[in-house]
């Protein structure tokens, strides 16, 4: 079987996704002088522009790919939760596993954007910390899902307020209980990968496992003792540290041999946001289906370099997959 027939396996496949709502704000304008006040650009707003973005930028990958969205996360009743809320309606994906707090605020990121660059960039988190009797409710909602859940994707961005160290031990515990046989695919923050124990696989950026352990000079030796770090402190059965411009790393616990990828990538990278939340999509939907783990890692990166060329809101289908895999 090829690669591109593996593409044909996601097709239906219910995948959990779990994380932080977040919603992206874009301002675009014009920066053409300096502020009086201070020594920077004074940014002219023309345009702008509002997303999903963090664990919604997966939740529209995985449809697109063909997959069904599961999607449980937590949202307030402000503008942005409904802004979210209305946008998984318009994708037609059951929103029953979204929780509304009254007392949260659904966290945001604004960029300001001016002459193509990043001028500024603006983060709130979950501006209080939820509930014990909201957290209850929302492991409430994950219990009720479907019990045919072929893989579990769990998002972790650092936002602050929900994805606390209690909060990850139990969330992994009531996942192994209520779903048996579902792989967990993580995309941990940099300070807590290791409370991920015992997943199927756990997704970071070279660069920042290497920021992790002060390694500055990246060489092979020094990726595979930031790898194997990580493996041991997880016990994760995979870590995969991806970085498109040069090889990624795979390290699997059962085999301890050390894979190397060659980059796939053929443009500059438009956004490593994206690239990012492509990356779980296609390991969620590859997880599901019982890929071999070099072919998981292959499509990936296959779906990254397609990516990378696309504008950062642009989300393509499994046969625009298929096509770019056959030309390249």
């Known amino acids: ?11 239906n496949k219910k995948i ?18 300096i502020s009086p006040d201070a020594p920077v650009p004074s940014v002219k707003i023309e345009k702008r522009g509002a997303f999903l973005g963090g664990i919604g930028r997966v939740i529209k990958y995985v449809k697109s790919l063909g997959g069904i969205p599961v999607v449980c996360t937590i949202i307030g009743n402000d503008f942005e939760g409904n802004f979210f809320l ?31 660059q990043h ?10 910390d939820i509930r014990e009797s909201t957290i209850e409710n929302f492991f409430k909602i994950i219990k009720s899902q479907p019990k045919d859940i072929a893989s579990i994707i769990v998002l972790d961005y650092g936002v602050g307020g929900l994805f606390e160290d209690l909060f990850i031990q139990d969330l992994l515990n009531l996942l192994k209980i209520q779903f048996k046989n579902a792989p ?9 990968y290791y409370l991920y124990e015992e997943v199927d696989c756990i997704k970071m ?15 092979e030796t020094s990726v595979i003792i930031a790898a194997k770090k990580i493996l041991n402190a997880s016990k ?9 411009e040069t090889d990624s790393i795979l390290l699997s616990r059962d085999s301890e041999k050390v894979e190397k990828f060659a980059p796939i990538l053929q443009d500059r990278i438009r956004s490593y946001v994206a690239v990012g939340s492509v990356i779980m999509a296609v390991l969620g939907l590859s997880f599901a289906s019982k890929i071999s783990i070099h072919d998981t890692i292959k499509l ?23 096509q770019f895999i056959s030309e390249n």
């Not at 309606?89 to 009254?102: A, H, Q, R, V, Y």
């Not at 001028?119 to 209080?128: A, C, H, V």
């Not at 950026?205 to 060489?219: C, G, H, M, P």
């Not at 990936?300 to 298929?322: C, G, H, I, R, W």
Request: glycine content about 2%; overall charge positive.
């Open 300 to 322: 990936a990166l296959y779906s990254a370099a397609l990516t990378a060329s696309l504008p950062p809101v642009n989300f393509f289908n499994s046969d625009k997959l298929k």
């Open 86 to 116: 209305n946008k998984i309606k318009d994708l037609n994906i059951d929103n029953s596993g979204i929780l509304i707090d009254e007392q949260v605020k659904t966290p945001q990121i604004t960029k300001i954007k001016a002459r193509n």
């Open 119 to 128: 001028m500024l960039r603006l983060e709130t988190d979950y501006s209080t």
């Open 1 to 11: 079987m090829t690669l591109i027939d593996e593409i044909n396996k996601w097709k």
């Open 205 to 219: 950026n070279l660069q920042k496992a290497l920021d992790i352990f002060s390694i500055e000079r990246t060489t």
């Open 184 to 192: 967990i695919v993580v995309r941990p923050n940099a300070l807590n």
């Open 236 to 244: 994760a059965r995979n870590v995969l540290l991806n970085y498109l």
């Open 16 to 33: 959990l996704i779990i994380g932080p709502a977040l919603v992206d704000m874009y301002l675009y304008g014009r920066a053409d002088h």
